[in-house]
C-alpha cells in the first residue's frame, strides 16, 4: 500500500508541469483578469459651471420678542385666548402655542398706587383749569380798567381846557377893570373881586392840570397791572400745560400694565402666573411670542463658496412636505469667525403653520460659475496635497501640479498647471493635450 501511494504522488507531481505548459494560468477562484481601464487623450474646453452646495440648514422665526414688565407690580390676570372658549375655564388662559394679533393683550398688572397718582394728577388738571380761567377774567377786568383809566384822562385834559378858558376869562376882566380904574371909571372894590376869582380861577386850573397827572399815572398802573395778569395767564396756562404732561406720563406708565402682544404670531413661552409679583428687572421675560409667518431659513455656507452667494439666487429647500424653492433675501457678508460660514437666510411664507422654527433642512444652492477652461473630474487626480494631472509629451505621460477653480462633479476648471522640474507656473490655453483617467496613470507611462 506505501509502495501504490507514493507511485500515485509521483504521477501527480509529474503531470504538474504538463499542465501549466499547455494551458494559460487563471486567477485564483477561476475569474477572468480585470480588463484595462482605457486611456483617453482630452484638450481643455471653455465651460461654465453650476456648482450645487448642499447644507443643512434651520428654520427658525422671522423675529422674536420677549416681553418684559417696566414697572413693578402684581399680575393681576392673564388674558383669555379667544380661541378657547370651548375649553373649561382653567384652560382658556393664554399660554404657550396661544396664536395672538399684534396689540392683543396677554396680560394685565394692577399697580394702586399708580392709579391714585394718576387721579391726583387729573385733579391738579381741573385744579389748573380753573387758575387758567381765573387769570384770563382778571386780564379782561385789567384791561376795562386801562380803558377807563383812559378815560379818566381825557376828562382830566377836558377840565384843564375848561380851567384854561375861565382863568384866562378872568385875566381879560382884570384888565378891562383895571383899564377902567385907570380911566376914572368903576371902583377898586369891583377890581378886587375880579382879581380874586381869577386867582380862583388860576388854582382850578393847577387843580385840573394835577388831575390830569394823576389820571395818567393810574393808566400807567392799570397797563402794569393788565401786564401782570397777563403774565399771570401765561403762567397759569403754562402751569396747566405741566399738569397735563403729568397726566400723559401717568396715563404713559399705566399703558405698560397692559402687556400686549407686538404683532402676529405665536406665544413659546410663558413664565408667569395670576397674582405673581413683578419688578421690571427680571432677565426671563413674561412672554415670549414669535412671528412665524414667514420664516427664516438659516443655512451656513463654508468660505470656499461663500464668495459665489448672492441676494436673489434661488435655493431649492428639502423640508418636511413637498421640497420648496426661495430665493436668498439677505446674508452677514461677513464670516462667522470660529466656523469660517456666511450667515445666509431665506424667507419662506408660512400662513398655516406647517413650518416650525427648530426644524431641520437641506438647502441646494445652485451656483454658476464663469466660463473657463475645464477638463473632465476624472482627468484630476490627487498626490499627497497637490491637485496633479498627466500632460501627453512624446507619446508619454508626464505628471504636472494644476491649479484649480472649482468643479461640479463632472468637470473641473483649471486655472494652470506646472511641470514637475519647472519653477513658474504655465496658464492653461486650451491647446494642451491631458490624458484621463488620472488614476489609471504613472508619470512616464506610454500614452497608446
Request: glycine share 8%; proline share 5%.
Amino acid at each position: 500500500m506505501r509502495r501504490d501511494l507514493s507511485f500515485v504522488l509521483t504521477a501527480a507531481l509529474g503531470l504538474t508541469p504538463a499542465v501549466g505548459c499547455n494551458q494559460k494560468s487563471t486567477p485564483p477562484g477561476g475569474a477572468a483578469p480585470a480588463p484595462a481601464t482605457p486611456i483617453t487623450v482630452i484638450k481643455p474646453e471653455r465651460r461654465a459651471i453650476k456648482r450645487v452646495i448642499e447644507q443643512p440648514g434651520t428654520a427658525t422665526a422671522f423675529e422674536e420678542t420677549v416681553l418684559h414688565a417696566k414697572l413693578p407690580g402684581f399680575v393681576g390676570r392673564i388674558a383669555d385666548d379667544p380661541e378657547k372658549a370651548n375649553r373649561p375655564p382653567h384652560d382658556r388662559q393664554t399660554d404657550i402655542g396661544s396664536r395672538v394679533k399684534a396689540g392683543q393683550i396677554l396680560a394685565v398688572l394692577t399697580m394702586p398706587e399708580l392709579d391714585e397718582e394718576w387721579k391726583q394728577k387729573v385733579a391738579l388738571v381741573k385744579q389748573a383749569e380753573a387758575e387758567v380761567v381765573q387769570s384770563e377774567k382778571a386780564a379782561e377786568a385789567m384791561k376795562a380798567g386801562v380803558t377807563a383809566a383812559e378815560s379818566l384822562v381825557t376828562v382830566a385834559e377836558a377840565g384843564v381846557d375848561r380851567s384854561q378858558a375861565l382863568y384866562e376869562r378872568w385875566q381879560k376882566e382884570v384888565d378891562r377893570i383895571a383899564k377902567l380904574l385907570g380911566n376914572g371909571v368903576g371902583d377898586s372894590q369891583t377890581l378886587d373881586e375880579t382879581k380874586n376869582q381869577l386867582r380862583a380861577a388860576e388854582a382850578g386850573q393847577k387843580e385840573a392840570t394835577a388831575r390830569v397827572t394823576a389820571a395818567r399815572a393810574a393808566v400807567k398802573k392799570a397797563v402794569a397791572d393788565e401786564a401782570k395778569v397777563v403774565a399771570d395767564v401765561v403762567g397759569a396756562r403754562a402751569k396747566l400745560e405741566v399738569a397735563r404732561a403729568e397726566v400723559n406720563r401717568l396715563d404713559a406708565l399705566r399703558s405698560y400694565t397692559a402687556i400686549k402682544a407686538p404683532f402676529d404670531g405665536v406665544v413659546t413661552r410663558r413664565s408667569v402666573n395670576t397674582g405673581d409679583l413683578v419688578s421690571g428687572t427680571e432677565k426671563t421675560g413674561l412672554f415670549a411670542v414669535a412671528r412665524t409667518d414667514p420664516v427664516r431659513v438659516v443655512v451656513n455656507v463654508p468660505e470656499a463658496d461663500a464668495g459665489q452667494v448672492a441676494v436673489g439666487q434661488d435655493v431649492r429647500l428639502a423640508l418636511q412636505g413637498p421640497e420648496q424653492v426661495g430665493k436668498v433675501v439677505r446674508t452677514s457678508w461677513s464670516l462667522e469667525p470660529g466656523s469660517r460660514t456666511l450667515r445666509t437666510e431665506i424667507d419662506l411664507p408660512n400662513e398655516v403653520g406647517a413650518l416650525r422654527p427648530g426644524m431641520f433642512v437641506h438647502a441646494k444652492l445652485t451656483i454658476e460659475l464663469p466660463a473657463a477652461w475645464s477638463v473632465p473630474a476624472a482627468a484630476v487626480g490627487k498626490s499627497g496635497d497637490d491637485a496633479v494631472m498627466y500632460a501627453v509629451e512624446g507619446g508619454k505621460a508626464a505628471r504636472v501640479t494644476v491649479q484649480l477653480i472649482k468643479g461640479d462633479g463632472q468637470f473641473t476648471q483649471v486655472r494652470r498647471y506646472k511641470k514637475s522640474a519647472a519653477t513658474d507656473w504655465t496658464d492653461v490655453t486650451g491647446s494642451e493635450q491631458f490624458a484621463s483617467p488620472a488614476a489609471a496613470l504613472t508619470d512616464g507611462q506610454a500614452i497608446p
